[in-house]
């Protein structure tokens, strides 16, 4: 298949330019293409690549013929040709057109190559109808740069930095600039120079001092004499050219500093100081010393770093004042003004940055330090805080615990005293400080807490001050109590012996281990040939019969001893009661055992006995007010108290009342404990508990007063003077209540008649020989209120 040619023709300036600069390129070259006229290219049998278009930018002459394409194949009708791509009907569009009858492209305005390096299009040979005729062209535009834009500097300023003391040559920094042209022709070839430099301080230096590589931009140092102490700062002005430094041109500015380098070493102004320092304060300054340096204030190279030379016991320290670069001077442990009243120390500085090497050779800067040590009154030492003591526990009143327990470093005497001692169980000298024992100790005490016993005591020196101290009295255990048995009472079943059972005794001390437990048991001999011990274990024993023995009660002795030092023991008496046992090894209630023995006697049964006991007593006590209803009844009216049916009753009966009351200091009723008629010899009374007629021999003992004490002597005999029957009576009355081994004074007391074989004969023989009409009774008036009655009825008025 014959494949048509496309004739490409170039405008007459353009043509020379393409041809001369390259000839076409072929994508497969099968035959040598040939020119069939000027600016014509004629394809033989392939497709030709086209060699770029190239406009220069910013070009004023438009619009602009660029190139002319046409087909060379023979078409009947008219060829029709399009353009397409970026510039046309892509964006950015409007930049290129063709005429679609001649196929000449043109440039519709300006191009500037800054943003539009290039354009790629392609053009189409249509037919009328709109079909292809040839296969689509790419044509590429190149746009051809111009030197239309100035250098520019990367930054507005720049800033650097160089030691001072720099050999010439030493980089101090480099500048930079851009420039928007084509990097690869020469209007964005650039070249830097310097075109200024200033100093501050202005005018300080005049020589060149920096210089500038063109074609990198970096800044050196060029000549000597660079010291930061002269000149602080460096201002050049720059400049870029493009074209090599014959094009396009811009300025700049580049700050450079002198930096500072240690060399310098400080120096101490004065080198002599004198301070003062009070004794026994620490972590306080007490003066400071100076150092003058020309380097940068501020900086490492300025900054100093003290040394105390002679401290080997860091008695001082020494740090820097951020500020004024002064060396502050401070104790940090305390002085001693009586060990040392003076104190010399040498000083170094040195800079924070080692000493350059460009420094002058000097030697290290030194001072001396006199440090006077200003006494004070020093408060009181203890020896020790707190003062250790251990004490047994039962330590003797007067015993000395510690002596020597404080010092004054001012060699001043010293006043002691306790401040606190809850148990007051401390002493203490005080002007020695001699701590005794005020009385024994008990470890029992809340105030002793694990074993021991804290007290704080206090020492002042003359001029007042003052310090004090806990005392800690560790507290030994001592064997100071015996052991107690427990219990004291119980029961023991018949059949304990074959049961291997008994009563559990322990026992319970006041003292604390080792000085309590393990107990020991032991038995008296004689007791033990009944009875036996088993120890069950540390604190426990089993007491049993050895025979068999009848129920009942039974007092057993028991020794029960301690493991303590010097071991104490002590006796007690344990009441056992043997009785018949249940199932539940309780006693059983039986009779016997209840009126027996207090123990083993159920509740029930217990009840039922106090029940009848109230009850009896009730019964007693109605009956008693029903006899002495009674006997008032017997009595008439207007008669006497001793009033009855005949003289005789009065002369030869003696009444039985059932209402007397012991020791009853009754002014008013007519009470008497005994009855007697004064012509006959006194009776002799015999107390009865009320309404039950057991004799007083018969009677419990009391319990208000030892009850084997003597009885007191009762009067037995009437005095001889008659008018001192009433102080017979109330010596008798007073007797009987102070007799231990009678009931208690408000106890009913009931006398009776003694019957025959009186001491004193029959009371009528007094009268025998005379009749009631000869007696004369007017004494009986003198007998007091008690006998008035009595008088009365014998009055013979």
Not at 227 to 232: A, G, Q, Y
Not at 379 to 408: C, M, Y
Request: aromatic share 8%; glycine share 6%; hydrophobic share 35%.
């Amino acid at each position: 298949m014959a494949r048509s040619m496309l004739i490409v023709c170039v405008l007459a300036a353009v043509i020379c330019q393409v041809w001369s600069a390259e000839q076409p390129k072929h994508i497969q070259e099968i035959h040598p293409w040939r020119s069939q006229g000027k600016g014509v290219v004629v394809r033989v049998k392939r497709d030709w690549i086209i060699p770029p278009i190239r406009v220069l930018e910013n070009s004023k002459q438009v619009p602009e013929n660029l190139v002319q394409i046409k087909s060379d194949k023979i078409f009947t009708g008219e060829v029709i040709y399009k353009l397409e791509g970026p510039g046309v009907d892509q964006a950015p569009k409007n930049f290129f057109e063709i005429d679609d009858k001649t196929g000449v492209i043109r440039s519709k305005c300006p191009l500037d190559r800054e943003k539009y390096k290039s354009f790629t299009l392609k053009a189409f040979a249509l037919s009328p109808s709109g079909e292809r005729l040839e296969n689509p062209t790419t044509i590429e535009i190149v746009v051809l740069d111009q030197n239309d834009n100035r250098p520019a500097f990367t930054q507005k300023q720049f800033t650097g930095a160089v030691s001072e003391f720099s050999v010439p040559g030493t980089s101090v920094m480099s500048v930079s600039a851009t420039d928007a042209d084509d990097p690869m022709t020469e209007n964005a070839f650039l070249s830097y120079s310097i075109i200024g430099q200033e100093s501050i301080p202005a005018n300080a230096v005049t020589k060149t001092m920096f210089g500038i590589n063109n074609e990198t931009g970096t800044i050196y140092t060029r000549d000597v004499g660079l010291d930061s102490e002269v000149v602080k700062t460096f201002r050049l002005m720059l400049q870029v050219a493009d074209m090599g430094g014959m094009g396009l041109t811009s300025e700049g500015v580049a700050i450079i500093h002198v930096s500072d380098i240690n060399n310098h070493v400080p120096q101490f102004n004065p080198s002599s100081y004198s301070m003062k320092a009070v004794e026994n304060r620490m972590n306080y300054e007490i003066g400071r010393v100076n150092v003058t340096d020309v380097d940068d204030r501020g900086t490492g190279n300025w900054e100093a770093k003290y040394f105390i030379s002679n401290d080997p016991y860091r008695i001082f320290a020494i740090t820097t004042d951020s500020v004024t670069n002064q060396g502050i001077l401070m104790v940090v442990k305390p002085l001693d003004f009586e060990a040392q009243n003076e104190h010399i120390l040498f000083l170094t500085v040195e800079n924070l940055n080692p000493l350059s090497d460009k420094a002058p050779n000097l030697p290290v800067s030194s001072a001396i330090v006199v440090v006077t040590v200003v006494n004070e009154n020093e408060a009181p030492h203890f020896r020790e805080d707190p003062i250790q003591i251990v004490v047994p526990e039962s330590v003797a009143p007067g015993t000395l615990l510690k002596s020597n327990i404080a010092f004054d470093p001012d060699n001043s005497d010293l006043r002691y005293e306790i401040s606190r001692d809850p148990e007051r169980w401390l002493d203490i000298n005080r002007h020695t400080g001699d701590i005794t024992a005020k009385r024994t100790f008990n470890m029992r005490s809340h105030h002793v807490k694990n074993n021991i016993y804290v007290a704080i005591v206090k020492v002042t020196d003359v001029g007042g001050v003052s310090t004090t101290a806990y005392v800690a009295i560790t507290l030994k255990e001592t064997n100071d109590f015996a052991p107690k048995l427990l219990p004291l009472s119980g029961t023991v079943c018949r059949d304990a012996r074959k049961m291997a059972s008994g009563l559990v005794l322990t026992a319970e001390d006041d003292d604390f281990p080792p000085h309590a437990a393990p107990f020991f048991f032991e038995m008296p001999h004689d007791v033990s040939m009944n009875w036996t011990l088993i120890q069950v274990n540390d604190t426990h024993a089993l007491l049993q019969p050895l025979v068999d023995i009848e129920d009942g009660e039974y007092a057993v002795m028991v020794l029960v001893s301690d493991s303590g030092n010097q071991s104490l023991s002590s006796y007690a008496q344990v009441n056992v009661t043997v009785c018949l046992c249940d199932s539940f090894r309780d006693c059983k209630s039986e009779a016997g055992a209840v009126f027996g023995s207090s123990m083993g006697i159920s509740l029930i049964a217990l009840i039922i006995v106090m029940a009848s006991i109230g009850l009896l007593l009730l019964l007693l006590l109605l009956a008693v007010a029903l006899s002495s209803c009674g006997r008032r009844h017997h009595i008439k009216k207007g008669t006497g108290l001793l009033g009855g049916d005949s003289e005789d009753d009065i002369r030869d009966n003696v009444l039985n009342y059932n209402e007397q009351g012991g020791g009853e200091e009754d002014e008013n009723a007519f009470n008497i404990d005994l009855l007697w008629n004064p012509l006959d010899a006194p009776l002799t009374p015999t107390p009865y508990y009320a309404g039950s007629g057991v004799p007083r021999g018969k009677q419990p003992f009391r319990k208000d007063t030892p009850h084997d004490l003597p009885s007191p002597i009762y009067p037995r005999r009437p005095p001889a003077d008659p008018t001192d029957i009433e102080d017979y009576i109330s010596d008798g009355l007073d007797a009987a209540d102070k007799d231990p081994n009678v009931l208690p004074y408000d106890t009913a007391l009931i006398y009776d008649y003694e019957g025959e074989g009186s001491l004193a004969g029959s009371l009528s023989s007094i009268t025998s020989g005379s009749s009631d009409e000869d007696q004369d009774y007017d004494y009986l008036n003198d007998w007091g209120p008690r006998f008035q009655k009595l008088a009365n009825m014998y009055d013979p008025r």
